[in-house]
């Protein structure tokens, strides 16, 4: 029998099935040494969020083949190192949606009725009506940002209280948004007109910090702040100040950057602010739904069979990867640049083949292309595996095309992607072995190894333009180590890209922006 480890507390009915096909162990709250001195004994590991599988627990887990999380977020597994060491590591994307909503919900009724501080006065034997005086919600505006599962049914609910609904999310159409009764706007006016705000957002390198002292400035003073997504979307210590300073009307939190929150947490203690110890998955249907979620997912990869919530990549033979991986890298890399070249988000990607790839399975390398896009916008957990799936949810259409050879007969990898502005077309090829490049940007000439950080421009192709650049990197520090131009005539648009050394400092690619005849400039990191 294969031996399962369940080091988190799961609802039985998930042991239950477990028990079927394995011999389980149910040891809760192990210290991270004894964690890593165990883990080399099991087949499979259960978890929910207080159990931190680390590279140094992973070392160690030479018989492990999967991974259970009991839940959505696997911020708490390091899915890399898993993903290396061949670990699958499968989730629950939909057992606690409804969970996590209601208690959305039940933050904005605390909110607006003072639930909470009404219940602590009386305990300690005040009863203060006036102090308490709260409002309805009937009527009042809610900003949602991030519509995914989560937000979606956050949304139903509020306007069942008859509340209007203010949407952002890049990734959500305005078909789709029109057809929930959402109106979708920028953040900005997001944060402007809203009297409530709830982020529904996975954390990502872009959502980290998103709410901060300038956005909170923009809102109004009454405005009540909800996070039941994840610690640290919504700055700690900016909106702690603006709670203290009176400049909102109060938040409710349900996550935070460091979990147990220590004591000196900022929000913790502030009249205004509300917290629970991310209680958003705790209800017993979540519990079960996720727990028999993973244990179906558990039971099945031990009996060979493949796993329906994958969150990282199957084993592809080595040989096959092999041969794949220049193409999957320069895949990710342009898909990538494709990202961060866009301030709107991708609605499609299509990835064109030409020439001859022979039997290799582009299907492999698109999904490089389409990690690449998503890799700055989802959690860090997309991967192969899960990345068609995740652009599929945000109504991203992927299509995939072959054509004849060029002139030039090397195989071209072309991704193309479409975004509120049009297409944009990125393509590259492979010399040799693995010497990857960049070779054309929206028909421009370029050949650029994707490596590092680079600073793209569009600007009128007339003398200065470029000069004024380099000198104003020169003054800032940035030493250029190579630069590529591509240009439609002269006098016309020109194409810029520049292999720079450091990032620029805070305020460089503003300024930049400001020399005469510079078009565009963008500073990326691949
Ligand atoms: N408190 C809890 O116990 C609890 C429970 C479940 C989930 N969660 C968290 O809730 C969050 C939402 O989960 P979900 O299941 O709805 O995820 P989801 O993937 O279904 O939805 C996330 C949405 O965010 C959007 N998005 C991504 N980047 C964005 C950005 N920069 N701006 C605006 N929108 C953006 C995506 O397009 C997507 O529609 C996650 O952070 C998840 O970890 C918390
Ligand atoms: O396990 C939990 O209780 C937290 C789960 C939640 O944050 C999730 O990401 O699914």
Redesign the pocket.
């Given at each position: 029998m294969p031996r399962v480890l369940v080091s988190d507390p799961i609802a039985p009915e998930g042991i239950a099935i477990l028990k079927q096909v394995a011999d389980v162990d149910v040891k809760t709250g192990l210290p991270k040494e004894e964690l890593a001195s165990i883990i080399g004994e099991y087949d499979a590991l259960a978890v929910?969020?207080e159990t931190k599988v680390t590279a140094e627990v992973l070392a160690n887990a030479h018989k492990l083949k999967i991974i259970g999380r009991?839940?959505?977020?696997v911020d708490n597994i390091d899915v890399e190192t898993a993903t290396k060491r061949g670990i699958l590591v499968v989730n629950s994307p939909e057992g606690?949606t409804l969970a996590a909503a209601e208690l959305s919900v039940a933050m904005l009724l605390a909110l607006a009725r003072n639930i909470p501080q009404a219940d602590q006065a009386l305990r300690n034997g005040e009863w203060k009506r006036s102090k308490y005086m709260g409002s309805e919600v009937y009527g009042k505006s809610l900003g949602v940002i991030g519509l995914g599962k989560i937000g979606k049914e956050v949304v139903k609910r509020a306007q069942a209280f008859g509340m209007s609904i203010l949407g952002y999310d890049p990734y959500l159409k305005p078909e789709q948004a029109e057809k929930l009764g959402i109106r979708l706007v920028d953040l900005p006016t997001l944060y402007k007109e809203s009297d409530y705000i709830t982020v529904h957002v996975p954390k990502t390198k872009e959502t980290s910090g998103m709410i901060g002292a300038e956005q909170l400035a923009t809102m109004k003073p009454t405005v009540r702040l909800i996070n039941c997504a994840r610690g640290g979307i919504i700055d700690e210590a900016a909106l702690a100040q603006a709670a203290k300073d009176g400049k909102i009307g109060g938040a409710a939190i349900d996550v935070f950057t460091t979990e147990p929150a220590p004591a000196d947490n900022p929000l913790l203690g502030i009249p205004t602010i509300i917290t629970t110890p991310?209680l958003?998955?705790?209800t017993e249907e979540a519990q079960v739904n996720v727990a028999i979620d993973i244990a179906e997912q558990i039971a099945d990869v031990l009996s060979g069979k493949p796993a329906r919530a994958a969150v990282n990549m199957p084993s592809v033979s080595a040989e096959v990867l092999a041969r794949i991986q220049p193409y999957l890298t320069l895949a990710e890399k342009i898909g990538s640049l494709q990202s961060q070249l866009t301030t709107s988000g991708v609605r499609a990607i299509e990835v064109v083949y030409k020439g001859d790839f022979g039997d290799l399975p582009t299907l492999h390398i698109t999904r490089g292309a389409v990690k690449g896009v998503l890799d700055t916008v989802v959690p860090e957990s997309v991967n192969y595996v899960n990345a068609p799936g995740l652009a599929a949810s945000r109504g991203i259409n992927i299509t995939e095309s072959r054509t004849g050879a060029d002139e030039s007969g090397s195989p071209v990898l072309t991704v193309r992607a479409e975004t509120q502005s049009g297409w944009r077309e990125i393509s590259g090829t492979v010399f040799g072995p693995k010497d990857i490049r960049i070779l054309t940007i929206d028909g421009y000439r370029v050949d650029v190894k994707p490596e590092g950080f680079l600073l793209v421009t569009k600007h009128t192709d007339r003398p200065g333009v470029i000069g004024k650049v380099g000198t104003l990197l020169g003054d800032k520090g940035v030493n250029i180590a190579g630069m590529h131009v591509g240009r439609e005539s002269e006098g016309k648009g020109a194409l810029m890209v520049l292999l720079i050394d450091s990032a620029i400092p805070d305020g460089g690619v503003e300024e930049i922006l400001k020399i005469d005849g510079m078009e565009n400039a963008r500073q990326v990191q691949l």
């Open positions: 929910r969020s009991a839940g959505v977020g606690n991310h958003g998955a705790s």
